[in-house]
């Protein structure tokens, strides 16, 4: 899990742009907010640095103890689902609401013709992540030990994420609006029957 922003990084966050988002600081201070998963930099000219929505999170954060659906950063985090997923805290569908419209408004400002109904590079990057922010946006449920749901893994293959639950057809049409291609395919070892998902390019 990465470390906590330093305070000199958190006040160069604290000082984005309330609009866009973007950056100033140092040339250390950016890229290390970028290994973060903090910030981004705009591939166009002239490459300027912005946040994204985890960069956004932190920066809207109280400044009290995080919450239950929170990294010890404040950084949001995405449930993709499992036995140790918590029970969702009062302040869990707001922060998934404001997450899903942080990852459009990236998605609008990284896409080259600034679409918003497919996939951006930072979801490229960040595959499980991506994939279980869609589903719990569209009101899907994460597996936990004592409730059914989605869980979302990595898999071998290149873009790609398995989706494991009870309902994969929702799963599947949820994902495909949010720009996804999926296909439902049987393990051989196990017989379990799951979705293959990857981001659509076009």
Same mark, same amino acid.
Request: zero cysteines.
């Given at each position: 899990?990465?470390?906590?922003?330093?305070? @000199?990084? #958190?006040?160069?966050?604290? +000082?984005?742009?309330?609009?866009?988002?973007?950056?100033?600081?140092?040339?250390?201070? =950016? !890229?290390?907010?970028?290994?973060?998963? =903090? &910030?981004?930099?705009?591939?166009?000219?002239?490459?300027?640095?912005?946040?994204?929505?985890?960069?956004?999170?932190?920066?809207?954060? %109280?400044? %009290?103890? &995080?919450?239950? @659906?929170? +990294?010890?950063? $404040?950084?949001?985090?995405? #449930?993709?689902?499992g036995a140790e997923e918590p029970p969702p805290g009062p302040s869990r569908a707001r %922060?998934?609401?404001? !997450?899903?419209? $942080? =990852?459009? /408004?990236?998605? #609008?400002?990284?896409?080259?013709?600034?679409?918003?109904?497919r996939p951006c590079g930072w /979801? #490229? &990057?960040?595959?499980?992540? @991506?994939?279980?922010? @869609?589903?719990e946006a569209a009101g899907h449920q994460p597996e936990r030990a004592d409730t059914s749901g989605y869980r979302v893994r990595a898999t071998p293959q290149p873009e790609a994420v398995a989706v494991y639950g009870p309902a994969l057809q929702p799963y599947a049409a949820t994902l495909e609006a949010a720009g996804w291609q999926c296909g439902e395919y049987t393990e051989a070892r196990t017989r379990t029957r799951h979705l293959l998902a990857s981001p659509r390019r076009v």
């Open positions: 899990m990465a470390r906590p922003p330093t305070a @000199a990084q #958190r006040r160069v966050i604290e +000082d984005a742009d309330p609009g866009t988002g973007r950056l100033r600081g140092t040339d250390a201070q =950016l !890229a290390a907010l970028v290994r973060l998963g =903090l &910030a981004f930099r705009h591939p166009r000219p002239p490459h300027d640095h912005f946040l994204t929505p985890a960069g956004h999170r932190l920066r809207e954060a %109280e400044p %009290e103890p &995080a919450a239950p @659906a929170a +990294d010890p950063g $404040g950084v949001f985090a995405a #449930r993709v689902g %922060e998934v609401r404001d !997450a899903w419209q $942080g =990852l459009l /408004e990236l998605r #609008r400002m990284t896409n080259p013709d600034s679409a918003t109904d /979801e #490229r &990057a960040h595959l499980v992540r @991506a994939a279980a922010l @869609a589903l």
